[in-house]
């Protein structure tokens, strides 16, 4: 299965975070040591995603002071992303990472406060394609998913009615349309998974229908579980500033600092302070906090 890495600190190269280490997430692609029967080597693409200044939430603020545009005048840029002040951008390739120059020439120059990455083993049945490469981004958000939900249309499909229900029970129209499944860039799973959770972290708050963005996690992975038993679902979310994950059968690893916070699925190199995140865990972590309770334990109920 796919391993993924991610990473919130101080500013640090991004195509030399892809390679660093004696395991480096490249070398997990061909040499992974935790598979847990999910797939042999990591071969079916890889993708990165890094931060930077949302320069269109800026012209946005300018045009709303000089008058000239509405305050829904935000460049195309989904609600989620206002007010994070940080927008995700990305790089993907459905060749193996370890085939790809631009990881030597390209993407060392780009240098964030916060990566991404992911390489995949597509589940068989599943294309490859660029497109069902993770990360998936949207305004600040950066998402990936480790594992796979067995049956996944009609699962996901469930999933989202039953969503649906909770969130109009709750107040909320126009959330979980079940037709928005059909916006998910790939037909696999994982891409499904993101169209689902954009969907809660748009309504993720003090006053939304989930509380935070890591209940939003909890909830879309407690959620799959019920229809899904067999799913398995490490996923993985950051906001530039703060990661998320959850760990549902594959191995997760935290290193966590008061400077830096990395989640990785294998630690890439042999620094005592790894430490193995057990399973059915919901994790945050941001440098000086790593929290990880269980996910039975994760408050998730609209309130
Ligand atoms: N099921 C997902 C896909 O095919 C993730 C695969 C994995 O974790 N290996 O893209």
Redesign the pocket.
């Known amino acids: 299965?796919?391993r993924h890495l991610g990473y919130v600190g101080p500013t640090t190269s991004v195509g030399e975070l892809l390679t660093r280490g004696t395991h480096s997430l490249r070398t997990q692609a061909w040499a992974p040591r935790e598979m847990r029967g999910?797939?042999t080597i990591?071969a079916d693409g890889f993708g990165v995603a890094w931060w930077r200044a949302d320069d269109a939430e800026a012209a946005a603020a300018q045009e709303v002071t000089a008058g000239r545009g509405d305050i829904s005048g935000r460049g195309g840029v989904p609600d989620s992303a206002v007010g994070g002040g940080l927008v995700a951008g990305r790089y993907r390739n459905s060749d193996p990472i370890w085939t790809d120059p631009a990881v030597e020439e390209v993407l060392p120059q780009l240098r964030s406060v916060g990566v991404l990455a992911s390489i995949?083993?597509?589940?068989a049945g599943?294309p490859v394609e660029r497109a069902?490469c993770a990360p998936f981004v949207s305004g600040r958000w950066a998402f990936s998913?480790?594992?796979?939900v067995p049956e996944w249309r009609r699962a996901l499909t469930a999933v989202s009615s039953n969503l649906d229900v909770a969130a109009t029970q709750w107040g909320a129209t126009r959330l979980f349309e079940t037709a928005r499944l059909l916006e998910a860039e790939a037909p696999?799973?994982?891409a499904a998974l993101w169209v689902l959770l954009g969907e809660l972290l748009d309504s993720a708050g003090p006053e939304g229908f989930v509380e935070s963005p890591g209940a939003a996690l909890a909830l879309l992975a407690t959620s799959v579980l019920t229809h899904a038993p067999d799913a398995r679902l490490n996923l993985l979310l950051g906001d530039g500033e703060q990661l998320w994950a959850t760990t549902v059968y594959h191995a997760l690893s935290a290193l966590v600092t008061d400077d830096v916070a990395i989640l990785s699925s294998e630690p890439y190199d042999d620094d005592p302070r790894w430490q193995p995140i057990p399973d059915r865990c919901l994790v945050t972590a941001r440098p000086g906090g790593l929290s990880v309770e269980p996910l039975a334990d994760v408050r998730t109920a609209a309130r």
């Open positions: 299965m796919c999910g797939g990591n995949r083993s597509a589940t599943m069902a998913h480790n594992g796979v696999t799973d994982s």
